[in-house]
């Protein structure tokens, strides 16, 4: 015989006559059918909480919402005023291993100290997406919160993204804002007492504020290290 | 809230249009039959050429179409899947119906790669070979019943031979040719191979496609499929209708079956078996291919015609056929009769798919067994039991009697998994709604 014949005829006579076994299995089907041919798809972005059993995410339409603390896009964050917060310290290109950062750095126009980034760059075809700018930045002025993508492009240029690009999002400001405390002679001094009133206390925890993992928090593991008496 | 309002009213709706089609059909078929009248022709040569144009070309073409879309959208809600809604021309997927203008122009504009080594002539003639026998099959399937339609009678039949179902078994296997001629004129290994399991598949199921009917050609006393219509409408104790599938369960069971294994569809599509040997089209480009697949479709429509004609109670209504006659024009009822019938011939259709998606393939071997252990010594069982009965009772009430019983059996058969205690069946308590092989949705 060129085959072997396996023998695995079901010990039940009932379902040895097939055909009982085959009706029932064309009602689950069928059940099946009517069940999604009658209920409206719920597009629950969250599949496990869906009423109804598919489970298809239809993609560009619907998104699957990445989980907290993803590393997405980089973004520049904005002062009030709609300037970068950067201050063009270099340490995220010198941090970032894939040497993915430009910067070109120039003095604020009337202001005997601040610097900003006159070119901002980050080719994102290089990024490998550790976070360490994000990490790195003393001034929270990056950040990958985004919650996207690098968005396709058809040719590599598209994929280098300047300050113009990445300057977008929420503005933030601090109350330990150099620019806030000392007084910054570029910005409009009504703008400047504006943006000393909405400006945040200086965070507490402001590396757990920052941090990317919900939980995790530097200063309470510090002083539990504390209490431990090293 | 909105999809199940759109599905219900869908449902409510599709009956009538189908309704409206018989209406459209009986009223074409007597303007041609007057018009050939007025020409000194035969009436009923307009009759037959109207049923062509409307039977053969809008409903069995329309349905078979319709059907290919079917496939992909019906399987995908009995996989809990989406199934093709991207070609959206407002912005809706329209149950997917556009694919079917893609699918034309993508298979009409295909290019035609033909192996050099064919053989020419057979090699173009078999999708026609193919096509041609699963259109000339609905010939015989009356639609509608006879009526008066502007003087002239009118069935919507294409055509009433004698010999009616012989001419269908005759029909039914020239079908295998076109599968066979495409196995071997693409001069494929695996094509032949598909060829020539198609014929041996479509020999053996032959035989008992053609027991199975006998039980029912005795019942009614006659071979022609109009005069089966006709016998199914008449009542047994006043009450019962005597409907194919009462009288003839084990026929309808085996005839279904054998009609499956006809149309080379899943769970019996070994000539395809796209997973091992490609099939018998694997050298078919384009719109030869999508006419061998949709042969394939006609076949399935014209198989559930030919089901609902000898089983299905054929044009009749059932539910409120009283009333329905007694209250409507006997133009109108026909239209009403030749809905029926067109809703039941899809209903099976979808059946048919159901069961496609319910099963998995064959091994060859399990068909053989399955044809020739199971299906012909059945066959042959009911065609004896049958006529026994017939001749001890040609009023047919014992033949109901053992039919009902048969159903009984099968439906208790069929409910007796839902009590065994096994938590690895899940969906309990279901099978016994479903057993009833003739319950149409």
């Not at chain 2, 119906?97 to 993508?106: M, N, Q, S, V, W």
């Amino acid at each position: 015989m060129p085959y072997k014949v396996i023998e695995d005829s079901p010990a039940d006579f009932r379902e040895r006559l097939f055909l009982p076994e085959v009706i029932r299995g064309v009602g689950i089907i069928a059940k099946q059918f009517w069940r999604n041919f009658f209920l409206q798809r719920d597009p629950n972005p969250d599949i496990l909480l869906r009423k109804t059993p598919t489970v298809t995410i239809q993609y560009p339409e619907e998104k699957q919402p990445y989980p907290p603390g993803y590393r997405g896009l980089h973004r520049l964050v904005p002062r009030e005023d709609g300037k970068p917060r950067c201050v063009a310290c270099y340490m995220c290109a010198t941090v970032c291993p894939a040497q993915c950062i430009y910067i070109e750095a120039d003095e604020v126009e009337g202001d005997p100290i601040e610097k900003y980034p006159k070119r901002f760059v980050i080719d994102e075809l290089r990024c490998v997406v550790c976070g360490f700018c994000v990490e790195a930045c003393p001034k929270d002025a990056i950040r990958m919160d985004t919650g996207e993508h690098a968005p396709p492009t058809y040719t590599r240029e598209g994929q280098l993204l300047d300050e113009k690009a990445l300057l977008r999002g929420a503005p933030v400001s601090y109350q330990y804002d150099p620019w806030l405390r000392r007084g910054a002679t570029a910005v409009d001094p009504k703008k400047l007492e504006e943006m000393r009133q909405r400006a945040k206390p200086f965070p507490a925890g402001a590396t757990d504020e920052l941090s990317q993992t919900p939980g995790f928090s530097v200063r309470q593991l510090a002083a539990e290290a504390k209490g431990r008496g090293a | 809230m909105r999809r199940l309002v759109g599905m219900i009213v869908f449902l409510v709706v599709f009956p009538l249009v189908l309704v409206g089609f018989g209406y459209a059909a009986y009223a074409v078929a007597g303007l041609a039959a007057s018009a050939f009248l007025s020409w000194g022709l035969q009436p009923a040569y307009g009759t037959a050429l109207a049923n062509v144009v409307f039977l053969m070309l809008v409903f069995v073409m329309l349905t078979a179409t319709g059907l290919t879309i079917g496939e992909r959208k019906w399987s995908a809600l009995m996989q809990n899947r989406i199934g093709p809604n991207r070609i959206r021309p407002f912005g809706n997927p329209l149950a997917g119906l556009p694919y079917i203008l893609a699918d034309g122009l993508k298979t009409l504009t295909k290019e035609n790669i033909q192996p050099s080594a064919r053989s020419k002539f057979l090699y173009e003639m078999a999708p026609v070979i193919s096509l041609a026998p699963a259109f000339a099959l609905f010939a015989v399937i009356p639609v509608g019943p006879r009526v008066a339609v502007s003087g002239q009678q009118v069935a919507l039949q294409v055509a009433s031979p004698d010999a009616g179902l012989l001419y269908l078994f005759a029909i039914a296997s020239l079908a295998v040719y076109g599968t066979s001629i495409a196995g071997w004129a693409s001069n494929n290994k695996l094509a032949i191979l598909g060829g020539v399991r198609a014929s041996s598949q479509m020999i053996s199921y032959e035989v008992s496609l053609g027991l199975s009917l006998v039980g029912a050609m005795m019942a009614y006393g006659t071979l022609r499929l109009e005069e089966m219509s006709v016998a199914q409408g008449k009542l047994l104790w006043g009450v019962l209708p005597q409907l194919g599938f009462i009288l003839q369960p084990v026929g309808l069971v085996l005839f279904f079956a054998s009609a499956f294994a006809e149309t080379k569809r899943a769970p019996f599509d070994l000539p395809e078996g796209e997973s091992e040997i490609v099939g018998y089209f694997v050298e078919y480009p384009g719109m030869k291919f999508a006419m061998m697949m949709l042969a394939e479709f006609i076949e399935v429509v014209v198989l559930a015609g030919v089901t609902v004609a000898v089983f299905l109670g054929g044009w009749h209504p059932i539910v409120f056929e009283g009333w329905l006659k007694a209250n409507l024009s006997p133009l109108a009822f026909a239209a009403v009769c030749a809905g029926a019938f067109m809703l039941k011939t899809i209903a099976l259709a979808w059946l048919q798919l159901v069961i496609r998606w319910t099963l998995p393939r064959f091994r060859f071997d399990q068909i053989q067994k399955l044809c020739w252990k199971m299906m012909l010594p059945f066959a042959l069982a009911n065609v004896f039991l049958t006529g026994a009965l017939v001749l001890a009772d040609p009023t047919l009430e014992w033949l109901a009697i053992v039919g009902i019983v048969e159903i009984v059996a099968l439906v208790a058969l069929t409910a007796a998994a839902t009590k065994a205690p096994e938590p690895a069946h899940g969906e309990h308590g279901h099978g016994g709604a479903h057993a009833a092989p003739a319950h149409g949705h």
